[in-house]
């Protein structure tokens, strides 16, 4: 069963405004983490950012913030004052500690074409 | 500085031959995984292992063996056995579960297997 799914194969944003990503989660288990990388065409997978599933505060980190709504299942990456550098494919991903295993899983990405 | 090494970058063989992928971290990680990526689909769970001479199967394990006889390596053996092996590898590593759960996964820059 799908855990992860992201609905935006592609997004476009003007340089220096702000754009949502989506993410949506499956699990039954009431401790998770949700994480968002980021990974240009070199390749690489770069984490950005986390949440617990516990955590009462959306997290941020610099120009990130994940929009966390825990009864929706949703945890959205916000980017704000968008750069040229952003362009990239951009992972959901949730850590699952519910079954015997310490397993991560992802999603499909969302490429983000920042446009100057 | 503490990382991941994934070598070689680029790998080329021919069909029917089996073909070694390395993956050494210095992290002092237990866990350690293995990612196929190909375009559109993700990132896929092939292996992972949380102790020393341990290792579960994932998502897309058919094909593959791995081994873990050191905590800093889990190579991955690409066997003939796999029908469609050229795509984008990646290895990653983590903290265990317990300890913390915010504890992301750390990647290595891959290794991009061709097959033909």
Known sequence: AQKITQTQPGMFVQEKEAVTLDCTYDTSDPSYGLFWYKQPSSGEMIFLIYQGSYDQQNATEGRYSLNFQKARKSANLVISASQLGDSAMYFCAMRDTSNTGNQFYFGTGTSLTVIP | ?116
């Open chain 2, 1 to 116: 500085d503490g990382g991941i090494t994934q070598s070689p970058k680029y790998l080329f063989r021919k069909e029917g031959q089996n073909v070694t992928l390395s993956c050494e971290q210095n992290l002092n990680h237990d866990a350690m995984y293995w990612y196929r990526q190909d375009p559109g689909q993700g990132l896929r769970l092939i292996y992972y292992s949380q102790i020393v001479n341990d290792f579960q199967k994932g998502d897309i394990a058919e094909g593959y063996s791995v081994s873990r006889e050191k905590k800093e390596s889990f190579p991955l053996t690409v066997t003939s056995a796999q029908k469609n092996p050229t795509a984008f590898y990646l290895c990653a590593s983590s903290m265990h579960r317990a300890n913390p759960d915010n504890s992301p996964l750390h990647f290595g820059n891959g290794t991009r297997l061709t097959v033909t």
